[in-house]
T-cell receptor, first 111, second 110 residues
Framework: DAGITQSPRHKVTETGTPVTLRCHQT?????MYWYRQDPGHGLRLIHY???????DKGEVSDGYSVSRSKTEDFLLTLESATSSQTSVYFC??????????FGNGTRLTVT | QKEVEQDPGPLSVPEGAIVSLNCTYS??????FMWYRQYSRKGPELLMY????GNKEDGRFTAQVDKSSKYISLFIRDSQPSDSATYLC??????????FGSGTRLSIRP
């Protein structure tokens, strides 16, 4: 898994509650990404980071925020979870001109 | 129209067959091309990575890129039941613009 750990692996939460997912890497890679994967939509980029405290939005960023205070950690926060955010969330890492490597995902259910 | 098109399948072939998986794309700026394999309830696993036209071989896998036609392929020789998975193509021009195909479900029949 290229030194990527996602936590938690599974989470069930109620609509309106805040949720934070964590991605931790041991590869010292510059870039970190959060994707969601849904049937019929494939992998869609939520946010990415190109360095400590440097982040930018992806194609489906509404309702999500991120933070990267250390090279190895990238947090994804759902401020107020909605049922449409039920999904599988993948973290990925890469370095300059290198391919992405993915973690094993977090399965989030919002009831 | 999507920037990357990939037939979702499912594709079912007998064990030992040669499998051909394909993606087409519209953005001529894409320079780097990848194929991932994803088993159920797992993250995508990198299979092949190339940044030029032509063929790249790794064991039973061959990746082919035709930039003039905007077409990439992944060939699997001597397919095995363990190759049953979803295969995703991906491509990018910069680290901030990585586009994935929707994936092709492949099943290898023993």
């Amino acid at each position: 898994d290229a030194g990527i750990t996602q936590s938690p692996r599974h989470k069930v939460t109620e609509t309106g509650t805040p949720v934070t997912l964590r991605c931790h890497q041991t590869e010292n890679h510059r870039y970190m990404y959060w994707y969601r994967q849904d049937p019929g939509h494939g992998l869609r980029l939520i946010h990415y980071s190109y360095g400590v405290k440097d982040t930018d939005k992806g194609e489906v960023s509404d309702g999500y925020s991120v933070s990267r205070s250390k090279t190895e950690d990238f947090l994804l926060t759902l401020e107020s979870a909605t049922s449409s955010q039920t999904s599988v969330y993948f973290c990925a890492i890469s370095d300059n001109n290198s391919p992405l490597h993915f973690g094993n995902g977090t399965r989030l259910t919002v009831t | 129209q999507k920037e990357v098109e990939q037939d979702p399948g499912p594709l079912s072939v007998p064990e030992g067959a040669i499998v051909s998986l394909n993606c087409t794309y519209s953005n001529s700026a894409f320079q780097y091309f990848m194929w991932y394999r994803q088993y159920s309830r797992k993250g995508p696993e990198l299979l092949m990575y190339t940044y030029s036209s032509g063929n790249k071989e790794d064991g039973r896998f061959t990746a082919q890129v035709d930039k003039s036609s905007k077409y990439i392929s992944l060939f699997i020789r001597d397919s095995q039941p363990s190759d049953s998975a979803t295969y995703l193509c991906a491509m990018y021009s910069s680290a901030s613009k990585i586009i994935f195909g929707s994936g092709t479900r492949l099943s290898i029949r023993p």
